[in-house]
């Protein structure tokens, strides 16, 4: 059975930094995408990353402060996010897909992690 499992979610003042893990198991996948969804809005993109690393995208508003990079010999996918905002307050949820190329599109990904809570104080 495929599974995403996330992690490294929790509280965080602003300003701080937390390093999301997404953990596939079951398959390969060829592209991952994180999204999040903050209480009352829609589903948003945050960060892709293709097969080999080599090509990441990321929204405008968390660009310069998160990284996205992936371990295929783990079949990790990371999210680390610096100098945190209010915000960026939501859950946070990986998606993998078997293409190798990534998409912002969340119809794109097969699979889908359960999500962790990330909380920024002010």
């Known amino acids: 059975q495929v599974h995403l499992v996330e992690s490294g979610g929790g509280l965080v003042q602003a300003g701080g930094s937390l390093r999301l893990s997404c953990a596939a198991s079951?398959?390969?996948?060829?592209?991952y995408g994180w999204f999040r969804q903050a209480p009352g809005k829609e589903r948003e993109f945050v960060a892709r990353?293709?097969?080999?690393?080599?090509?990441?995208y990321y929204a405008d508003s968390v660009k310069g402060r998160f990284t996205i990079s992936r371990d295929n010999a783990k079949n990790t996918v990371y999210l680390q996010m610096n100098n945190l905002k209010p915000e960026d307050t939501a859950v946070y949820y990986c998606?993998?897909?078997?293409?190798?190329?990534?998409?912002?599109?969340?119809?794109?990904?097969?699979?889908w992690g359960q999500g962790t809570q990330v909380t920024v104080s002010s």
């Open positions: 079951g398959r390969t996948f060829g592209s």
């Open positions: 998606a993998a897909s078997k293409g190798v190329l990534s998409s912002s599109d969340y119809n794109y990904y097969d699979c």
């Open positions: 990353i293709n097969w080999s690393g080599s090509n990441t």
